[in-house]
């Protein structure tokens, strides 16, 4: 079956980086477009971030564009988030997606 094991949250000071990482097994990763969302306390599941299947095309939400990257190594079936400038609105638990599958989520909390 498909799983998608997801590190690299914690909590970090405002103005702080972070990197998430999600790792994919199961599937033909190189076949499938990746994505990452969140979900705030009290809040539904927002689109963060979106890379193509080759890694030549992203796309992002405009409260995150600028701030954070999406990346992925095809050889290691990991899909990456770098986040910078880390604001107290971007605390929220971080899930990533491949087509129907989903992550377990990783707590990211943001301290002003």
């Known amino acids: 079956q498909v799983q998608l094991v997801e590190s690299g949250g914690g909590l970090v000071q405002a103005g702080g980086s972070l990197r998430l990482s999600c790792a994919v097994s199961?599937?033909?990763?190189?076949?499938?477009?990746m994505s990452w969302f969140r979900q705030a306390p009290g809040q539904g599941r927002e689109f963060v971030a979106r890379?193509?299947?080759?890694?030549?095309?992203?796309y992002y939400a405009d409260s995150v564009k600028g701030r954070f990257t999406i990346s992925r190594d095809n050889a290691k079936n990991t899909v990456y988030l770098q986040m910078n400038s880390l604001k107290p609105e971007d605390t929220a638990v971080y899930y990533c997606?491949?087509?129907?599958?989903w992550g377990q989520g990783t707590q990211v909390t943001v301290s002003s």
């Open positions: 199961g599937a033909t990763f190189s076949r499938y477009d």
């Open positions: 890379i193509s299947s080759s890694g030549g095309s992203t």
């Open positions: 997606r491949a087509s129907v599958y």
